[in-house]
C-alpha cells in the first residue's frame, strides 16, 4: 500500500445520507479500500470484514498493534449468523432487545471472517451500529464491515469528522461526515463465549440495562474499581490519552471540585498551563483562575456529557495545555462508561482527596 492516499471527504445528512455517495464509499469497501463513517458511538474505519488484506490496512493506517482485534459491524441481526457459530440463545435475546444500538457481542469466529479481524482469536466482536449511514454504507457494500475507532491508535476516539481528518488524512480513501455521533462513547461489549456472561467494556448500554437480561452478568473491566489505583499499573493499556498529563480526581461535586481547584491554583503558580474537563455548572468553581476549559455541557444530563467527553479531551489538547484536570459522574448508568474513559485517560491514576 502506498504511504499517502487522496482522502476523499463527503458531507452527508445523517438522516437521510444521499445514496450515489453512499454507493460509491460501499464500492470502495467492496475493492478492498478505507471507509470512515459514523456511527452513533464513535466514527469508525472501516474495511471489508471477509478480505484479510482490507482488514489489515486498517491496521496500518491507525498504527494498531495487530494484537488488538477489531469489532464486525452487520446490518440486520439475522446476520449474526453469516459472521459467528454456535450463538448461544442470549447472543438472540439481547440483539433483539438492545440492536441496532451501542452493544457489542463477542461471540465464536465464523469461517467468513479471517483471523487478523479477531488477532488470531477463534471469537469475533460483532456489532449492529443504528445510525443511519452506518446501516447504509453497510447494506450497499453488502458485506459486514470491520471498523475500529477511527483514531490513531491510544488517541480519544473520534466523534467528528474533523477528529478523524486531524489523525487520518491520507490513509483513509473516504471520510463520510455525518457531523457529531450522538452517544460520543464506545458500544458496550459482552462476552458470551465464557461460562458466564461478562462485560468487557462499559458503554453506551448500560449495566442496568444487560441486568435486566442478565442478572449475574459480570463486570471484567478492572478499570471499573473505584480504587483502581491499587491495580497493577503495568496492566493498563494507556489508551484514550490526549497529548497532556491527565489528572483523575475521585469523588464528585465538592469534594472533587475543592481539591482540583487547589491542585489548579499549585500548578499555575508553578507555570504550568491547566486545563480542567468540567461541566458548565461547576465552571464557576475556578472563576479568577485563568484556565483553560474543557466543556462538557450541563452534569444534570450524563448522555450529553458522554457525547462531548472526548471532543473536550482534543480541544484542551489543541490548546496545548500542559495538565488536564478532571473528575468522575459517578457509576450509575452512562457514568460507568465516562469513569472508564477518564480512568483510561489518566492511565489508571486516581487522585484521593483524603
Ligand atoms: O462503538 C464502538 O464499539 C466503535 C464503533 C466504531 O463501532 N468501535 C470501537 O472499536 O470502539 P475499537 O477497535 O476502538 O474497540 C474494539 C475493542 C477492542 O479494543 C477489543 O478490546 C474488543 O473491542 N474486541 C474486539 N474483538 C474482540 C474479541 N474477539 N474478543 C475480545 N475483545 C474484542
Ligand atoms: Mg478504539
Redesign the pocket.
Known sequence: MSDHIETRVYALDPQQPDPAVIAQAAAVIRAGGLVAFP?E????LGADATDSAAVGRIFTAKARPPS????V?IAAVEQIDLVAVDVPPIAWTLARAFWPG?L?L?LKRGALIPANV?AG?D???V?M?SHPIARALIQAAGTPIA???ANTFSRP?ATTAQHVLADLRGRVDIVLDGGPTPVGL??T?V?LTGPAAAI??P?GITIEALRQYIPAIEVRSRLLAMDAAAEAPGQLIKHYSPHAEMRLFAGVDAAALTPMRTAAEALIAGGRRVGILITDEDAAHFAGLPVEVGSLGSGRDLAAVGARLFAALRDLDSRAVDVILAHGFGHEGLGAAIWDRLLRAAEGKVIDAE
Not at 458511538?41 to 469508525?44: A, Q
Not at 488488538?68 to 469489532?71: A, L, R, T
Open positions: 456511527t458511538t464513535v466514527y469508525g488488538d482485534p477489531v469489532i459491524h451501542p457489542t463477542i479477531s482469536r471469537t469475533v466482536a456489532r451500529p471498523a475500529p475507532s476516539s464506545e458500544s461489549i462476552d468487557l467494556r458503554g
